[in-house]
């Protein structure tokens, strides 16, 4: 009875309320409206790939026998339970035990330099670069790999160029000469000296050949064929990659395709906020959310680096310029909400983090707290911020994202998690990507 009354004493303010928000959200569309056409905005179109090649991909991705020691897959650092990456600040590679933050390292192996970046829509044409410093990249029809001439023929794309590097790398799935595999026989792909690609490559065909179930899927997946090369293998973890990853229903998909309610209030003034005073679409442009190019943030230094210093100079790597020291590719920002931690090494754990570090580089780098952002006592002990390196890092900063009140941060995050699909807190429809077996016989990575 009570209950009732109050009821229809709040029911005109509530409607009177909702009326006004109405008209407050008819003003922000309006806005959008304006920014999506101007900057030419559309959710991404899916690309269709065919049956075969994608269950072909699929085992090899999440078949160990890829690895020299036969005890790390694709799926291992990529799993898509853990939005298509491994939880972890930076990998770790073969004889490491366990999967996200229970991940061991073994005695004697070092971590991955960076973070493993997720794979969301990187099977899109749109995609011309590969890697945090863009070390595999398309220019001109022609794909550049670290193989140099050694780069074969008839790689589809960039994605599907990238899937020949893990393979190659001694800390993430290619082991020590003298290595033991998980079966007890010799690591024989180990013990091909460094810079061999080829030989690597043919190594590891002959071993996947060695399986009958495997020759039969490549005839299935490439009709016609009889012999196959590690490109085929290339093609077809591409098209697995693209088929499974895409996840491009997000509530800002949603809204491009024009259902007005499917952004919330605080989520469309994020989207004024990113597509003007903050100007994050910038760097994070177009419908990729990325420029793909190298930009220095000033994100702290820790772990083995890629130089005899111990620093990862990112981008630096690959051309030598030394203004792209410390430079890394702009990362996209789709399905941001299952893929912490951020940065090119993980450095940070939120993204309120994330964004305040973009707003004040130097005082970020300059406080930064490892504790704060999750790092083990082992990863700690590598940070580098000496006032010499820390001098160095800022040289070349190229961030300038204005002040931002708490409120509007707020805002931006509301719309980044606007950029997660759904589908990918349904944990029963992710598990339908990882296979019930593969055909080495080796054990699959699943999460129970
Ligand atoms: C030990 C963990 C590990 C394993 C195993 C691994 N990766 Fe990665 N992956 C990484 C890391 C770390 C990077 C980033 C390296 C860099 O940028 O220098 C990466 C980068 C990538 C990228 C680039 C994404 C982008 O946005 O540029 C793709 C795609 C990818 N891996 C797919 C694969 C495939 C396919 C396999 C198996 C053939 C594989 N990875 C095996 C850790 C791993
Ligand atoms: C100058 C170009 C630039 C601008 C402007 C910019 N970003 Fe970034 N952003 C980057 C680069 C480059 C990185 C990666 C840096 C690294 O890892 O070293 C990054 C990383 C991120 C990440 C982490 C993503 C991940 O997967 O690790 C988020 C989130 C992000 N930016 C959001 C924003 C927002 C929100 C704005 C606007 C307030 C913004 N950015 C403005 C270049 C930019």
């Not at 990187?122 to 995609?127: A, E, F, M, P």
């Not at 299935?220 to 064929?225: L, R, V």
């Not at 998909?253 to 605080?266: M, P, R, V």
């Given at each position: 009875m009570i209950l009732k009354r109050v009821l229809l004493f709040i029911a005109p303010f509530f409607l009177i309320s909702c009326g006004s928000d109405n008209s407050e959200l008819t003003e922000l569309d309006r806005e959008l409206k304006n920014i999506i056409e101007t900057l030419g905005l559309s959710p991404l179109e899916k690309k269709e790939v065919s049956d075969a090649k994608f269950k072909l991909g699929q085992a090899l991705f999440f078949d160990k026998i890829v690895s020299g020691n036969k005890d790390i897959a694709c799926a291992t650092c990529h799993h898509p339970r853990f939005g298509t990456g491994d939880c972890l600040q930076l990998s770790i590679?073969?004889?490491?035990?366990?999967?996200?933050?229970?991940?061991?390292?073994?005695?004697?192996?070092?971590?991955?330099?960076?973070?493993?970046?997720?794979?969301?829509?990187?099977?899109?044409?749109?995609?011309?670069?590969?890697?945090?410093?863009?070390?595999?990249?398309?220019?001109?029809?022609?794909?550049?790999?670290?193989?140099?001439?050694?780069?074969?023929?008839?790689?589809?794309?960039?994605?599907?160029?990238?899937?020949?590097?893990?393979?190659?790398?001694?800390?993430?799935?290619?082991?020590?000469?003298?290595?033991?595999?998980?079966?007890?026989?010799?690591?024989?792909?180990?013990?091909?000296?460094?810079?061999?690609?080829?030989?690597?490559?043919?190594?590891?065909?002959?071993?996947?050949?060695?399986?009958?179930?495997?020759?039969?899927?490549?005839?299935?997946?490439?009709?016609?064929?009889?012999?196959?090369?590690?490109?085929?293998?290339?093609n077809a973890i591409a098209a697995f990659e693209t088929e499974a990853f895409m996840f491009t229903n997000?509530?800002?998909?949603?809204?491009?395709?024009?259902?007005?309610?499917?952004?919330?209030?605080?989520?469309?003034?994020?989207?004024?906020?990113?597509?003007?005073?903050?100007?994050?679409?910038?760097?994070?442009?177009?419908?990729?959310?990325?420029?793909?190019?190298?930009?220095?943030?000033?994100?702290?230094?820790?772990?083995?680096?890629?130089?005899?210093?111990?620093?990862?100079?990112?981008?630096?790597?690959?051309?030598?310029?030394?203004?792209?020291?410390?430079?890394?590719?702009?990362?996209?920002?789709?399905?941001?909400?299952v893929t912490a931690p951020y940065f090119h090494n993980g450095a940070y754990d939120s993204l309120e983090k994330v964004i305040k570090h973009h707003i004040n580089p130097e005082e970020s780098l300059r406080n930064y707290n490892p504790y704060e952002n999750g790092l083990s006592e082992e990863l700690i002990r590598t940070l580098k911020n000496d006032e010499e390196t820390i001098q160095d890092i800022l040289s070349t900063v190229d961030v300038d994202v204005p002040q931002l009140t708490d409120e509007e941060i707020d805002y931006l995050i509301a719309f980044l998690m606007s950029l997660t699909s759904p589908e990918l807190y349904n944990e029963d429809r992710i598990d339908r990507i990882v296979p019930s077996r593969v055909p080495s016989g080796l054990p699959v990575d699943r999460v129970d």
């Open positions: 590679g073969t004889k490491g035990i366990d999967l996200c933050t229970d991940r061991e390292k073994a005695e004697g192996r070092e971590f991955a330099p960076r973070n493993s970046p997720d794979i969301f829509t990187k099977g899109l044409n749109q995609w011309h670069t590969m890697f945090w410093d863009g070390r595999i990249e398309e220019k001109n029809g022609k794909i550049i790999t670290p193989a140099g001439d050694q780069t074969p023929e008839g790689l589809e794309s960039v994605l599907a160029a990238q899937s020949i590097f893990p393979p190659t790398s001694r800390t993430e799935m290619r082991g020590n000469t003298g290595d033991f595999a998980s079966d007890g026989s010799i690591n024989e792909i180990a013990q091909i000296p460094d810079g061999n690609f080829t030989e690597i490559w043919n190594a590891i065909m002959n071993r996947i050949l060695s399986i009958d179930e495997y020759v039969e899927m490549f005839k299935q997946a490439y009709p016609g064929k009889t012999e196959f090369t590690i490109v085929d293998f290339a997000t509530p800002w998909d949603e809204y491009l395709k024009g259902n007005t309610d499917a952004l919330t209030e605080e989520a469309k003034k994020g989207a004024l906020l990113f597509y003007g005073k903050a100007g994050c679409y910038k760097c994070h442009s177009g419908n990729l959310f990325t420029d793909q190019k190298y930009h220095n943030l000033a994100v702290p230094q820790f772990g083995p680096g890629k130089a005899e210093d111990g620093l990862d100079y990112g981008r630096f790597h690959v051309t030598g310029n030394p203004e792209d020291k410390y430079k890394f590719r702009t990362p996209h920002l789709r399905n941001l909400m």
